[in-house]
């Protein structure tokens, strides 16, 4: 069995994705490509030039929501949805809120601005940093009520909703200004301070990069 997972090291959405094979127990191999770069990739097996993309035995399967409910459906290990309608519908509501409002403030203003260009030895430009800081805010507003409701962001085991957000708010609160946003956010914060020690989240750190090593975060 092959399990190849096309990839940037940087790359937030294919954390989710190795978080997920790391929860449930499985053997892969990363496939480096970086879709920052302006050289393009032709080996790149996603028609939106994105990564990551999952090929399993020739099968090809690429945006990240998809991926993740084929390799907790199609593996063993811990099933990583809930079984109960409403905690499956807040499952399912988060990860559209991650990825529908949250990567881009989150992740692409916020934490490459603020964190991953000043690794790089860039200047963070402060518009876009504010902007993303009150873009995030109605996201963090949304998420409180349902880390303290108790269907989902649980903090007792883990589900896709817990390895979606998880990487987003990695790359976020590393950003001083994010991590005073969590903070006024008492039951989010509390859900993130019980994941952000989840093995799935330690051992797929990515770090960040040296001066000059990398193109783009995301
Ligand atoms: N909808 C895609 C989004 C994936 C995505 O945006 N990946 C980023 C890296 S985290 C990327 O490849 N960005 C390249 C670009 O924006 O050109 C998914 O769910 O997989």
Do not use: C, I, K, N
């Given at each position: 069995m092959s399990i190849v997972v096309q990839r940037y090291r940087y790359s937030v959405y294919a954390r989710i994705v190795a978080a997920v094979l790391q929860a449930k127990g499985i053997i892969w191999r990363a496939e480096e490509h970086d879709p920052?770069?302006?050289?393009?990739?032709?080996?790149?097996?996603h028609p939106f030039g994105r990564v990551p993309v999952l090929i399993h035995d020739g099968f090809v399967l690429y945006e990240t929501r998809a991926i993740c409910t084929y390799l907790d459906a199609a593996f063993?290990?811990?099933?990583?949805?809930?079984?109960a309608p409403a905690a499956l519908g807040r499952m399912q509501q988060v990860i559209g809120i991650a990825d529908a409002y949250?990567?881009?403030?989150?992740?692409?203003?916020v934490f490459a601005h603020r964190v991953f260009r000043t690794a790089l030895g860039e200047s963070a430009d402060e518009a876009v940093v504010a902007q993303g800081i009150r873009d995030a805010a109605p996201v963090l507003t949304a998420l409180e009520p349902v880390a303290a409701e108790?269907?989902?962001?649980?903090?007792?085991g883990l589900d896709l909703a817990d390895l979606h957000l998880a990487p987003m708010m990695a790359a976020f609160v590393q950003a001083p200004e994010g991590a005073s946003a969590l903070a006024a956010c008492p039951a989010l914060a509390g859900w993130w301070q019980w994941m952000r020690d989840q093995a799935c989240m330690i051992e797929t750190d990515p770090g960040l990069p040296g001066l000059g090593e990398a193109t783009g975060a995301g």
């Open positions: 920052f770069s302006q050289a393009g990739d032709d080996g790149l097996r063993g290990g811990p099933e990583l949805h809930r079984s949250g990567y881009w403030p989150m992740v692409r203003q108790g269907l989902v962001l649980t903090r007792q």
